[in-house]
C-alpha cells in the first residue's frame, strides 16, 4: 500500500496555491513550472480539487486558482479524498473477498491500519504545511547567506 503519483501530486499542488496565491489567482503553467508536474496532469487534478469545493478558478488575463477555504480548514485527507485516491491496505478493496472469496485472515488488520492512516492525514492541515515549507525556506537563505541567521551579540563595556 503506498499513495500513488496522483495524490503526491495533488497535495504538492495545493501547498503551492496556499503559498502563491496571496495576491491573485495562481495559474496551473506557474504550478507546472515551480513543481515539475506537467500541465495537463495538473488540469486533471484541479478539476477534481474544484468539483472538491477545495479551490475557485479564475478565468481570462490573470486567472488561475485559488483555495475555496480557508489553509486551515483543509485536511491532507480532504486533498487525497477530493482526487479519489484509494489509500486501502486491502487486498480486496475493503470488499472482504481476499482470500477465495472470503475475508482473508489479516483483513481487520488492514482495515484498521486505513484508519489510522486516514485520521494521520486528517490531522494535517495545509496551513502546517505551508508554515513547514516557509520555514525550510528560511533555513535556506540563512544557511546562503550567514548574515541573516547572525544575532547581535551585547557589547562588553570595559570598565
Known amino acids: ?15 503551492d496555491v496556499a503559498m502563491h496565491a496571496t495576491q491573485s489567482p495562481v495559474p496551473l503553467t506557474e504550478i507546472s513550472t515551480r513543481q515539475g508536474i506537467s500541465l495537463s496532469y495538473l488540469e486533471q487534478l484541479f478539476s477534481k ?6 479551490v475557485k478558478s479564475a478565468r481570462g488575463p490573470g486567472g488561475g486558482y485559488r483555495l475555496a477555504k480557508a489553509m486551515d480548514a ?3 485527507a480532504d486533498i487525497i479524498v477530493a482526487v479519489d485516491e484509494p489509500i486501502d491496505a486491502t487486498q480486496c478493496g475493503g470488499k472482504e473477498n481476499c482470500h477465495e472469496e472470503q475475508k482473508c485472515l489479516t483483513h481487520d488488520l488492514w482495515v484498521r491500519l486505513n484508519e ?3 485520521e494521520f492525514l ?3 492541515t495545509l ?4 508554515e513547514q515549507q516557509r ?4 533555513r535556506v537563505v540563512e544557511l546562503h547567506d ?3 541567521s547572525k544575532r547581535p551579540q551585547s557589547e562588553s563595556v570595559a570598565a
Not at 480539487?49 to 477545495?54: K, Q
Open 1 to 15: 500500500m503506498r499513495l500513488t503519483t496522483k495524490g503526491r501530486f495533488a497535495v504538492t499542488a495545493m501547498v
Open 49 to 54: 480539487l474544484r468539483r472538491g469545493a477545495l
Open 74 to 76: 483543509v485536511t491532507v
Open 116 to 118: 489510522q492512516i486516514f
Open 122 to 124: 486528517r490531522s494535517v
Open 127 to 130: 496551513a502546517q504545511l505551508v
Open 135 to 138: 520555514a525550510k525556506e528560511t
Open 146 to 148: 550567514p548574515r541573516l
